[in-house]
Nanobody, 123 residues
Framework: VQLVESGGGLVQPGGSLRLSCVASGLAFGSLAMGWFRQGPGKESEVVAAINWSSGGKYYAHAVKDRFTISRDNAKNTLFLQMNNLKPEDTALYFC?????????????????RGQGTQVTVSS
């Protein structure tokens, strides 16, 4: 299984970034996927999740109405559009898969994860 993230970088507060995650070695189209982040000195936390068909989505309260998760099953790719970024969004962002098409209340429990892409929000 390989999950490869890209799209991170340095952005000013209020700016936007779009993260991508290309998956291989797993049945991407039948699995729920999620974006997680780990800030400096913090535990990792789920940012957003999407079920296999894009019919179900979850957002952490801190990012709701600013971030949008989406997927392209034909291209085995997961996306995270991040708008109105804040300094507290600074973290290593990684994508991960769940063991089935939905997380069933266990949104923090992923199976495999990528290495991550760094997002830094600073003026």
């Amino acid at each position: 299984v390989q999950l490869v993230e890209s799209g991170g970088g340095l952005v000013q507060p209020g700016g936007s970034l779009r993260l991508s995650c290309v998956a291989s070695g797993l049945a991407f189209g039948s699995l729920a996927m999620g974006w997680f982040r780990q800030g400096p000195g913090k535990e990792s936390e789920v940012v957003a999740a999407i079920n296999w068909s894009s019919g179900g989505k979850y957002y952490a309260h801190a990012v709701k109405d600013r971030f949008t998760i989406s997927r392209d099953n034909a291209k085995n790719t997961l996306f995270l559009q991040m708008n109105n970024l804040k300094p507290e969004d600074t973290a290593l962002y990684f994508c991960a898969n769940y063991k089935s098409g939905m997380w069933y209340g266990h949104v923090e429990e992923y199976e495999y994860r990528g290495q991550g892409t760094q997002v830094t929000v600073s003026s």
